[in-house]
């Protein structure tokens, strides 16, 4: 165990991240990086982004506001030395995600109410069971929570969001690759750490599955109301991708994810490979470490 | 998509290697920059389908990079996945394939 614990140390994450992958980035991206015009130009795509981005925000702030809680929770200084570098990035994260708005071109006095007005409500209610347990001070379910339910969903949405960007936005693309690489991290810690503990305290387990499926029938259910809104954006983002690849005198590719060509798939589809893929990821990851999966109910 | 080359085995001159069969690889950096320098070469990312997975590789089921090795693995090998830093042991599949399976 102190050979395991020894691992996470300030030293190392400034090798990794700041002197690695971050290494001459600005806000996570290259110098210079921007949105292309075809976005900013079009309506749909822009009021698309806007609100995505504010779904990435809302999730950020909340992993922000979990992990800056569970340093103080934490039973030994490795693990509060990974959770103080994981409350940094997860700063990072609010703070890239939020120039992104302004980079949108939504104003600084409006940060908030833009905010406000597309946080999915059933995110904040995802949010707000992990946060009642930090604020409870239970440590085992409030890293299984942030670093296993809802990083184990972030890293999988970056990814699909990565996967969509990559050849019209390098620059968002090269943005979320920064975040999936500390995402990684992320989940080792979770199942690292919980997966020794929860050993130790198998009273846990039944709460703790609890709280794995009710924050899994509120991301469910975001999943569902993003995607029953995302119709015409998607068709319309297609039609761009056509329009410049007939300019650059290609075709747009086949970005596959996870099995869905991205460029033909419905939109039922994509949501419904998500939503098996990020299941299928807590049903790995809660195994591992003695946790057994509960199947949310489906939201209506 | 392995980014690997095959060394001949008379190459090798570490003892460990030298006791028994295995294949050898030399290992070019493939741009994975999730890890300090010294060890880049030792990860990759995988690329999603068409991708494939040589014999000196696994994937992290934990962070789903690729960890690379010098040489063949075999299964009992233990592994080491820095970005996650997650503790693995190599295991041979009922369809004869290896996998990484988490030690905690």
């Not at chain 1, 509060?80 to 071109?105: C, M, N, P, S, Y």
Request: charged share 25%; with cysteine; hydrophobic share 35%.
């Amino acid at each position: 165990m102190a050979d395991f614990l020894s691992q996470y140390s300030i030293q190392r994450w400034l090798e990794m991240c700041p002197q690695g992958y971050l290494e001459d980035t600005v806000y996570g991206h290259a110098e210079g990086g921007s949105e292309p015009p075809e976005l900013l130009d079009n309506e749909v795509l822009l009021e698309s982004s806007i609100a995505t981005t504010v779904q990435l925000i809302a999730g950020e702030r909340c992993a922000l506001a979990a992990s800056s809680g569970l340093v103080n929770l934490a039973p030994d200084f490795a693990s509060k030395r990974f959770l103080a570098t994981q409350t940094l990035d997860e700063a990072r994260h609010v703070e890239i995600f939020t120039q992104r708005l302004f980079d949108l071109g939504v104003a600084k006095e409006d940060l908030e109410s833009t905010v406000d007005r597309y946080a999915n409500p059933n995110l904040v209610r995802f949010a707000e069971i992990l946060l009642e347990k930090v604020s409870d001070g239970d440590f085992i379910a409030g890293v299984v929570g942030q670093n296993i339910v809802l990083e184990g969903m972030a890293f999988t949405v970056f990814e699909l969001l990565e996967a969509t960007s990559r050849d019209l936005n390098p620059k968002f693309a090269q943005t979320l690759s920064g975040t999936i690489a500390d995402e990684r991290r992320h989940v080792g810690f979770g199942e690292n750490r919980i997966g020794s503990l929860i050993s130790e305290h198998p009273e846990k387990r039944g709460e703790i599955e609890r709280m794995q499926q009710e924050m899994s029938y509120y991301m469910l259910a975001t999943f569902a109301d993003v995607f029953s809104d995302s119709g015409e954006s998607v068709e319309e983002g297609r039609r761009v991708a056509n329009d410049l690849a007939a300019e650059r005198g290609g075709d747009p590719g086949d970005a596959a994810w996870h099995g869905a060509d991205l460029g033909s798939a419905s939109v039922e589809e994509i949501e419904g490979v998500l939503a098996d893929t990020v299941l299928g990821e807590f049903r790995s990851r809660l195994g591992r470490i003695g946790i057994e999966y509960q199947s949310p109910s489906v939201p209506a | 998509m392995t980014g690997t080359s095959q060394v001949h085995q008379t190459l090798e001159t570490d003892r460990e290697v030298a006791d028994d069969d295995r294949r050898t690889f030399v290992l070019d950096e493939t741009g994975f920059k999730e890890v300090p320098k010294r060890w880049r070469r030792f990860y990759r990312h995988w690329q999603g389908e068409g991708d494939s997975l040589g014999p000196n590789e696994v994937i992290c089921p934990v962070c789903k990079v690729v960890i690379r090795s010098t040489r063949e693995f075999r299964p009992g090998d233990r592994v080491y996945c820095m970005p996650c830093m997650s503790r693995m042991v190599v295991v041979r599949r009922d369809d004869g394939t290896l996998e990484a399976e988490v030690t905690y």
